[in-house]
């Protein structure tokens, strides 16, 4: 069953922190437990959140027309940088946070557990795969993927580290 969100679907378990600019056009829907604490999130008709999908910081996210975000995706408007502290209780002067918008193209599809990092745009009918982290602008027509082959480092575990069962 969902709700109406100024006369938008969008279901009961939602959170959308009252900071938060939502503008929602036709038949768009926001699922199941999502989690929305940004500046602004605007999305164009057809466009649509999976269940539990993450859309946070400072910044403002656009879903053009038909853009979908799979379950568990994160777009992150806003994230610390390792360039000063790393968290809540700190200053903002303390931290180094980078801010930047993101922008979903037309009929674009971001895939389950993808992240979105600040600043990124996603092309027209690009579509990003599951699991994919994102911090560089996605091309129109393009399909992203997850490298699982590519190993980027080994794990060595101490001596005894790892026990049987």
């Known amino acids: 069953m ?6 938008k679907r969008v279901y009961p378990t939602t959170k959308v922190c009252p900071r ?3 503008l929602m056009g ?5 699922g199941d437990f999502c989690f929305i604490c940004s500046k602004r999130l605007e999305m164009r008709d057809g466009s649509m959140l999976g269940r539990f999908v993450e859309v946070s910081g400072r ?7 038909g853009a979908v975000v799979a379950s568990h995706a994160s777009l992150l408007t806003s994230t610390d940088t390792t360039e000063g502290k790393m968290n809540d209780a700190s200053t903002d002067e303390e931290r180094a946070v980078r801010t930047g918008n993101i922008t979903l193209g037309e009929y ?3 895939g389950q557990h993808a992240t979105i990092m600040p600043g990124v745009s996603i092309g027209d009918w690009a579509v990003v ?3 994919s982290y994102i911090d560089k602008d996605v091309p129109a027509n393009t399909i992203i993927m997850p490298d699982v082959k ?8 101490k001596k005894g580290a790892m026990k049987d069962g």
Do not use: M
């Open 2 to 7: 969902t709700e109406t969100y100024q006369g």
């Open 20 to 22: 938060t600019e939502l």
């Open 26 to 30: 036709k038949l768009t829907t926001i």
């Open 59 to 65: 910044g403002e996210v656009l879903l053009k027309e």
């Open 108 to 110: 674009s599809y971001v």
């Open 129 to 131: 795969g599951a699991y």
């Open 150 to 157: 590519k190993r980027t480092k080994v794990r060595v575990l």
